[in-house]
C-alpha cells in the first residue's frame, strides 16, 4: 500500500505564501503523476497542479504562474509552492499518487490539508 503524508496548510493573508509537501511510503515500484487537488466548501475538487514521472506539468488556469509544482525523487515527495494567495484559494488540498505497487496500478489519496486565505 502506498501511505502519503502532507503538511504545509495553514492560515495566510492574501498576497502571502505557503508551501505544501506530500511525501509518499510503500512498496512502490513507479510512479506516474503526483499533484495536488483542492476542494472549497460546495464546490467539486479540482486539480490544482501535478507532474509526472518525466517531469511534466499541468496546472490550473486560476493558478499559472502563482504556483508552481515540483519533487524529489529521492524523498518520493511532491511539493506546491504557492505564491499570490488569493481569498479563493481557500480549500482542502489533497495529495494525489498515481502509480504501480505489487499488487498493480492504484491511485491514493492523502487526508487533506487546510489552507485559509485571509483577505
Known amino acids: 500500500q502506498v501511505h502519503l503524508v502532507e503538511s504545509g496548510g495553514g492560515l495566510v493573508q492574501a498576497g502571502g505564501s505557503l508551501r505544501l509537501s506530500c511525501a509518499a511510503s510503500g512498496n512502490i515500484f513507479s510512479i506516474n503523476a503526483m499533484g495536488w487537488y483542492r476542494q472549497a466548501p460546495g464546490k467539486q475538487r479540482e486539480l490544482v497542479a501535478a507532474i509526472t514521472s518525466g517531469d511534466s506539468t499541468n496546472y490550473a488556469d486560476s493558478v499559472k504562474g502563482r504556483f508552481s509544482i515540483s519533487r524529489d525523487n529521492a524523498k518520493i515527495t511532491v511539493y506546491l509552492q504557492m505564491n499570490s494567495l488569493k481569498s479563493e484559494d481557500t480549500a482542502i488540498y489533497y495529495c494525489?499518487?498515481?502509480?504501480?505497487?505489487?499488487?498493480?496500478?492504484?491511485?491514493?489519496w492523502g487526508q487533506g490539508t487546510q489552507v485559509t486565505i485571509s483577505s
Open positions: 494525489n499518487f498515481r502509480g504501480t505497487i505489487q499488487r498493480g496500478y492504484v491511485e491514493v
